[in-house]
């Protein structure tokens, strides 16, 4: 991409070489086969779109097409019509009848509150989530700054941080069930009882790591509740 509307340049005040995703290839083509044109997405008559185009209302047509929809509006055109209109807002696009006067109601879609702009949002997170290389990452959204693209585009939640710290058993080569096995057995103080000492066994059939791992952190301990994330044990000497 070389320009914009007037522009010499584009935003960036720099040419681009922007990546297409393979399957969004053929509608290209379509595109430019039926209004061949140098815009690369011109008007319905293959001409340059008017700088006070409404994006906006655009992109709530596609949305609406694509049934990315929170409701439907259902209105009687016939009680509108003489100042009575009745609505009735409803999940699904059902024909309903109007409750006055039993005439079929015209439904409209009402589309997902979105902008064009946060489709970003929704292609930046994703390949985040996929642990695609920051690097390409920060190139393909086009930031000069690694951290508008971390801070500002990513939203991660606590399940992808979990997914992360899962990745310590890997590394520490501790295994998940034996840990949770010892934590039982010492968190009983090893009593006799029969949930301890099954416990302890259960442990030691899965080898000998998880249990030298333990003893090398020492004695554990209930950590306070921070937030929303549940109580954990320490495995770190006091």
């Known amino acids: 991409m070389r320009r914009s509307h007037g522009s010499d340049t584009v935003k960036g005040c720099k040419a681009l070489v922007l990546p297409i995703p393979v399957p ?21 008559e293959g001409r340059r779109r008017p700088e006070h185009t409404a994006m906006e209302k655009v992109f709530r047509r596609i949305l609406s097409q694509a049934g990315i929809v929170v409701r439907y509006r259902h209105i009687c055109r016939r009680c509108a019509a003489r100042r009575d209109p009745q609505v009735v807002k409803a999940p699904d696009a059902e024909i309903r009848r109007c409750p006055k006067c039993n005439m079929r109601m015209w439904r409209s879609p009402v ?5 064009f ?32 693209t971390v801070n500002t ?17 890997e590394a520490t080569g501790v295994h998940p069930v034996a840990l949770e ?20 066994s259960e442990a030691k059939k899965e080898g000998p790591g998880p249990l030298r791992f ?3 952190a020492g004695p554990l301990s209930l950590e ?11 495995l770190a000497r006091p």
């Open 24 to 44: 969004l290839v053929q509608y290209i083509r379509d595109a430019m086969a039926r209004f061949p044109s140098d815009f690369a997405f011109p008007g319905s």
């Open 111 to 115: 589309p997902r509150r979105m902008r």
């Open 117 to 148: 702009h946060d489709v970003r949002h929704t292609t930046i997170t994703p390949q985040m989530r996929l642990k695609v290389p920051m690097q390409i990452v920060q190139r393909i959204a086009r930031h000069s700054n690694i951290r508008l």
């Open 153 to 169: 585009f990513g939203h991660l939640d606590v399940s992808d941080l979990r997914e992360a710290m899962e990745t310590l058993v």
């Open 181 to 200: 096995a010892e934590v039982i057995a010492r968190t009983e103080l090893l009593s006799p009882g029969p949930t301890g000492v099954q416990a302890l």
């Open 214 to 216: 333990l003893r090398r």
């Open 224 to 234: 306070r509740n921070t937030g929303f994330e549940p109580a954990t044990f320490a």
